[in-house]
């Protein structure tokens, strides 16, 4: 199995994370509060559900039925798609939505209701991108494609030199890719590096819930509006587009402008497979927080601009990574050690953008 192969230097700076580590633990026990979700978590969870399907209800009964209108409650339900991912399927899939284990399962499964597999989406996301952040080979968030070059040791391609131009516009196709190919490759693929993705089910029936939910998504969101919308079914199938152009474009730009930015690292192993680095100092190294003063925002996109927090701290809700934010700023400075953060989102996606463009060129750490 492909994570079995690389090792962090276990002895190295080691005093950082332990201290953090004491400090966060602090901090819950001294305010007397869960590492998990809060009312605020369940309030967000009820608005981007309703965000999600309100306008699917609307369409579908008619009470909006203008091209227009119809058309502006698709590109709703794409912000609502994405709001769900980032704000509830993205705690629950890391088992910090709630101390109840089958509250946790419930909210998880809702990535069943944005066409996704919360199966390989765990191993991709959980295992391998938390676990080997920015590490070719490895973190398949640095892979999409060879259109694409997110990391200094994949081959450079003459189309690279323009992609800080062309990328943005490929962006919103992340989540149609996922719902009808990305799952089944990479079933395909983990199983066969013999990966672990349930300790109950066998293959089969891993093959079976992810044909069966991929039917009844399509079923719910392209067959039944096809049928019921006062529009051809071409024009269903561009609203379908749209939903999905719009929640992609979201989900890539929050995501991309925490790991493929100028201040980030791309670690390779020695000899011995072995990394320069601890696990906690090599998240630190290669992940940047963004807007951190944008609480509005923050409170939209499920934290996931305190990116550095998330890393160090996966399985604790994303409701509290503002307050940790400085016990980790405060810890990496006095360890010296980085603590990458861009004012706003425009910045981060400056910054984004720059890094496309020396990704494009003759460039290798």
């Known amino acids: 199995m492909i994570s079995e192969n690389i090792k962090f230097r276990s002895n190295s700076k080691n005093e950082f994370i332990f201290e953090l580590r004491e400090k966060v633990s602090n901090y819950f026990e001294g305010n007397n509060i869960s590492e998990n979700g809060n009312l605020n978590l369940y309030l967000?969870?009820?608005?981007?559900?309703?965000?999600?399907?309100?306008?699917?209800?609307?369409?579908?009964?008619?009470?909006?039925?203008?091209?227009?209108?119809?058309?502006?409650?698709?590109?709703?339900?794409?912000v609502g798609k994405a709001g769900i991912g980032m704000a509830v399927m993205h705690d629950a899939n890391?088992?910090?939505?709630?101390?109840?284990?089958?509250?946790?399962?419930?909210?998880?499964?809702?990535?069943?209701?944005?066409?996704?597999s919360p199966i390989t989406w765990r191993h991709q996301h959980n295992t391998l991108h938390?676990?080997?952040?920015?590490?070719?080979?490895?973190?398949?968030?640095?892979?999409?494609?060879?259109?694409?070059?997110?990391?200094?040791?994949?081959?450079?391609?003459?189309?690279h030199r323009y992609q800080h131009i062309y990328a943005w516009v490929l962006y919103g196709l992340m989540t149609l890719t996922w719902v009808t190919n990305k799952d089944f490759k990479q079933l395909i693929k983990y199983k066969r590096n013999g990966a672990s993705l349930s300790n109950r089910?066998?293959?089969?029936?891993?093959?079976?819930?992810?044909?069966?939910?991929?039917l009844l998504y399509f079923v719910a969101f392209l067959i039944i509006p096809i049928l019921i919308l006062p529009f051809a079914w071409y024009w269903v199938i561009i609203f379908f587009l749209a939903m999905h152009?719009?929640?992609?474009?979201?989900?890539?730009?929050i995501f991309q402008t925490a790991h493929v930015v100028p201040t980030s690292d791309y670690p390779i192993p020695d000899e011995n497979n072995t990394?320069?680095?601890?696990?906690?100092?090599?998240?630190?190294?290669?992940?940047?927080?963004?807007?951190?003063?944008?609480?509005?925002?923050?409170?939209?996109?499920?934290?996931?601009?305190?990116?550095?927090e998330h890393h160090l701290f996966p399985n604790i809700s994303h409701v509290h990574y503002?307050?940790?934010?400085?016990?980790?700023?405060?810890?990496?400075?006095?360890?010296?050690?980085?603590?990458?953060?861009?004012?706003?989102?425009?910045?981060?996606?400056?910054?984004?953008?720059k890094m496309l463009k020396k990704l494009g060129r003759v460039y290798s750490t």
């Open 201 to 214: 089910l066998s293959t089969l029936q891993l093959w079976i819930i992810l044909i069966v939910t991929k």
């Open 44 to 78: 967000k969870t009820t608005f981007m559900f309703l965000l999600y399907f309100s306008p699917y209800f609307i369409m579908l009964t008619g009470i909006i039925n203008s091209f227009a209108g119809v058309l502006f409650c698709w590109i709703i339900m794409g």
């Open 94 to 116: 890391h088992k910090s939505y709630s101390s109840v284990k089958w509250v946790n399962n419930l909210m998880g499964n809702t990535l069943y209701l944005l066409g996704g």
């Open 130 to 159: 938390h676990g080997f952040t920015n590490i070719e080979g490895y973190d398949e968030d640095i892979d999409p494609g060879s259109l694409l070059r997110f990391s200094p040791h994949k081959p450079l391609l003459k189309i």
């Open 275 to 308: 990394l320069e680095n601890n696990w906690a100092v090599h998240q630190l190294f290669t992940t940047s927080d963004f807007a951190p003063r944008s609480r509005v925002f923050s409170w939209f996109i499920g934290g996931l601009n305190y990116q550095v």
């Open 322 to 353: 503002r307050k940790l934010s400085k016990l980790v700023k405060d810890m990496a400075k006095k360890h010296n050690l980085p603590y990458y953060v861009q004012p706003d989102f425009l910045s981060a996606l400056w910054e984004h953008g």
């Open 245 to 253: 152009y719009t929640s992609g474009f979201i989900l890539t730009i």
